[in-house]
Structure formats: C-alpha cells, structure tokens
C-alpha cells in the first residue's frame, strides 16, 4: 500500500539517506524517533508537501512522487492541527469535498455521517476558538478523513492532550482506522502510545528508518512506563 524506495530527502543542513519501508494496506504503523529526527519530513514527502531528491514513493503500486498533494488520496493531521479560526465545525468537516466538488446532498450526508462517527454533532456550529483540545483533535480528524483517503498521517495526535484524553482519542483513532480500513502511519515519542495502537512499528536513527520486532517493542513500552 505505501512502500518508499530508497528515497533520499534534504531540509537544509538535515538529509535523509536511502529510506525504504513498507505498510501493508489497513495497517496501523507507528513511526518513533527523537525530535528533529525526520519524522514530520518523512509525513510531508508522502503527502507531497515536500520533494525528494531520489528514489520512489508508492502508494497502491502507483509511483507518485512526482504527483501534486491533492492526487494522492491523503487524509493528514499536521501537529498544530492547522484549523481554521474563522470556520465552523460543519465548514471544516465540508471543506476536503467542496475542494473536491461533492454533490450538496453528498456533502450534507458525510458532515451528518462524520459528526456521529466523531460525537460531535453538537459542536457543528459552534466555531473552533474555545474547543477543547480533544473536541479540536476530533474536527481535524473528520476534516482530513471526509473525503474517504486511502491513508491517514498523523502527526503526534495524542502529544497535547491530557492523559485522560488522550486514551480516548487513542480509543476513537483505533476504532476510526478498524471501522474504514484506512492505512495509516502515526507519528510519537511515546512509546506506550504506540504499543497501544500500531500493527507495525517503525524507529528512525541516524536518517534509516528500521522496522522493531516484537520484543524490541514490548521492552521499549516497558522502559517508556514508570514504575509501580
């Protein structure tokens, strides 16, 4: 489903080498590493955002490294959720299938659709200044999965949350993602969190990205945990 090849990315002085990975389709993959590491570069490159310098971004078979971001079918949560102060609810849940010149009624059935999925019906109308930060992580994630994509990129969800919003949003992105089947790569530090939710779990050192076995895993969310 998504595969890069040997892709090479540079951001000024930080580069990229040779990053080759694959997820499988419907996978839930979570993708670790310290903060200035490439993480984010790694979201923007397959959502277009970004160029490469080489190799090959697959997404369902298809090269499309040189494709525009809006051809790629990509739904994307950035970190600061990137909402807009001046729409609604309803307008930012509508916005991806205006863009994408949806019917009316299409547009109305699939903003009623996502609030329900969402439980947050009763916030359409209001606007985003004075949302909670859970309520503001649920708009965007309607926003980037409204125009059903293939793959879903997220960009530490759960890191501004309390803790106890922050388990309910980790349990509304894994019944989100079993419920669409959309393939998804998650980014955090937080090793419990991935644990929680990844089928594949990806660390990335020194500009590789390598996949962690199970047992890396389990020490590495164990290690994460404090002690009781």
């Not at 540079?10 to 590491?37: C, H, N, P, W």
């Not at 970004?50 to 950035?78: A, L």
């Not at 969402?118 to 109308?125: A, E, G, Q």
């Not at 309390?162 to 388990?167: K, L, M």
Request: charged share 25%; net charge negative; hydrophobic share 40%.
């Amino acid at each position: 489903m998504i595969e890069f090849q040997k892709v090479c990315i540079r951001a000024g002085d930080f580069q990229l080498k040779d990053v080759s990975f694959e997820i499988g389709s419907g996978q839930y993959a979570v993708l670790m590493g310290r903060t200035g590491r490439g993480k984010t570069t790694i979201l923007e490159s397959l959502c277009g955002l970004r160029r490469v310098q080489s190799g090959k971004i697959m997404i369902r078979g298809m090269d499309v490294t040189d494709w525009p971001p809006g051809d790629r079918e990509i739904g994307y949560v950035p970190q600061d959720l990137a909402l807009f102060p001046t729409f609604s609810v309803a307008e930012h849940l509508k916005f991806a299938l205006h863009l994408r010149r949806f019917h009316a009624t299409q547009i109305e059935h699939r903003v009623s659709e996502l609030a329900e999925m969402l439980s947050i019906t009763h916030l359409l109308k209001r606007q985003i200044e004075g949302l909670s930060g859970g309520e503001s992580q649920r708009v965007a994630l309607g926003r980037a999965l409204s125009f059903r994509p293939t793959v879903l990129l997220l960009d530490e969800p759960l890191s501004a949350l309390d803790a106890e919003t922050r388990e309910e949003i980790q349990a509304l992105l894994r019944t989100l993602t079993d419920n669409t089947g959309v393939t998804t790569l998650h980014i955090t530090h937080n090793a419990a969190e991935a644990t929680a939710l990844a089928d594949r779990r990806f660390h990335i050192v020194d500009g590789q990205v390598t996949e962690e076995s199970v047992n890396q895993a389990e020490q590495a969310s164990r290690s994460d945990s404090p002690a009781g």
